[in-house]
């Protein structure tokens, strides 16, 4: 892992009336570009080639003789061969010669390895760029372990499919869509094989895979991921702020839902079993009733990433939860960075954002807010890793 000091090294030579907000042309990209244009910053989109255009062309920004924006969020896009090579010196140095302040996203630590993002990406980053590594199953340390460490509920792992005797998921890659996902339910070990050799036999999944796949309980009950924000520069008030919630469609399981039942049953192999492949988002609030226990979780989450990965989460996080009959919150996954259903409430805001802060507040617009105090307050090294 790159020294702290190594990176905050490089902001002494930046001209911070000129920064750049940059970030990996995928995932949250067009919300942290919205939010930061929004807040006064020019915005550098990476792209890899053959996925350019939303950014260079359909979102590109146009801006007046005076500099003031028409339309658009994307100032400048650099195109690369692939997304990773923004890892090379020479690109590197681009950037930090452009003063630009780096936001990662999945994106980012899915095509570039996690070993070169921690020990040769220099460029300051806003965020904990130790916590990124916990977001991948295979770690030991991964969020698991810290939602365990830090009294968080989770479903429970089943460790031996043989002993299935509930609805359980099984999370694994899928085999061909290597960042997507080759999930499936099942209820007992033998429906457990049946699915999973259908799997096989359709190039879903691998059996290397499934050998090494988390199978827990399946949590009955809607999904909310709630896009909370941790400021380590707020002085009065709360640090954690609750700025919105959103939903996953996924496919194919959404088209599945949509079927009647003896309409599904008609549906031959390669159909019967769904995906789980997220394709969008929407929004979503929450009966004030329970958003006390969501600020409670958001609460021991920050606790435990200061204690086990410090400095802590820095900036937006996303826990993704699943509700119960009971009204009680599993969380199932954790992104320690802007989650990926931000983009519904870009330049909208949302209503807790908003209500919060008095104005439109998205998440990528939170983010540059805390760029910008950072600056003002000369306090930039304390959200930067």
């Known amino acids: 892992m790159l020294d702290l000091d190594t990176v905050r090294a490089k902001l002494v ?16 990209a067009l919300d942290v570009c919205d939010g930061a244009v929004d807040e006064g910053f020019p915005t550098l989109a990476i792209c890899q080639k053959g996925r350019e255009k939303t950014y260079d062309t359909y979102f590109k920004t146009l ?33 930090i010669d452009e003063n630009v302040i780096f936001v990662p996203n999945r994106s980012f630590t899915s095509y570039a390895p996690l070993d070169q993002i921690e020990d040769d990406f220099v460029v300051p980053m806003v965020g904990s760029r130790n916590l990124l590594r916990s977001e991948e199953r295979e770690e030991e340390k991964d969020y698991y372990w810290l939602l365990e460490r830090g009294g968080l509920p989770f479903p429970k792992k089943i460790k031996n499919p043989e002993d299935i005797d509930q609805l359980v998921i099984v999370k694994l890659k899928h085999k061909e869509k290597r960042l997507e996902r080759g999930f499936f339910t099942a209820a007992s070990y033998e429906e457990y094989k049946d699915k999973a050799d259908k799997l ?15 199978v827990e309980e399946y949590i009955i009950g809607p999904v909310f991921n709630f896009d909370f924000f941790y400021s380590p520069l707020n002085e009065k008030g709360s640090r954690i702020e609750l700025l919105g919630i959103d939903w996953r469609f996924e496919t194919s399981l959404d088209g599945h839902v949509r079927l009647p039942a003896p309409q599904q049953m008609t549906l031959n192999e390669k159909q019967q079993v769904p995906e789980y492949t997220v394709t ?8 004030e009733s329970q958003l006390e226990k969501v600020f409670k979780l958001a609460e021991l989450y920050v606790k435990a990433t200061k204690k086990h990965y410090s400095p802590g989460v820095i900036g937006p996080f996303c826990l993704q939860t699943c509700v119960d009959k009971d009204l009680n919150f599993f969380i199932y996954d954790v992104a320690p960075r802007t989650g990926g259903g931000t983009n519904v409430h870009m330049n909208v805001g949302h209503p807790y954002g908003n209500t919060l802060w008095g104005k439109r507040m998205s998440t990528g617009r939170r983010l540059a807010l805390e760029i910008r105090r950072g600056i003002e307050e000369n306090r930039l090294k304390e959200i930067i890793t």
């Open 63 to 95: 801006r007046d003789d005076g500099g003031k924006r028409i339309r658009g969020v994307v100032d400048e896009t650099w195109v690369l061969d692939k997304f990773a090579d923004v890892l090379r010196d020479e690109y590197q140095q681009r950037l």
């Open 200 to 214: 096989i036999r359709n190039d879903v999944i691998t059996e290397e895979d499934l050998k090494n796949a988390r």
């Open 280 to 287: 969008g988002h929407n929004s979503a609030t929450l009966r």
């Open 13 to 28: 030579n930046y001209d911070l009336d000129r920064v750049k907000v940059g970030v990996v042309a995928s995932h949250s």
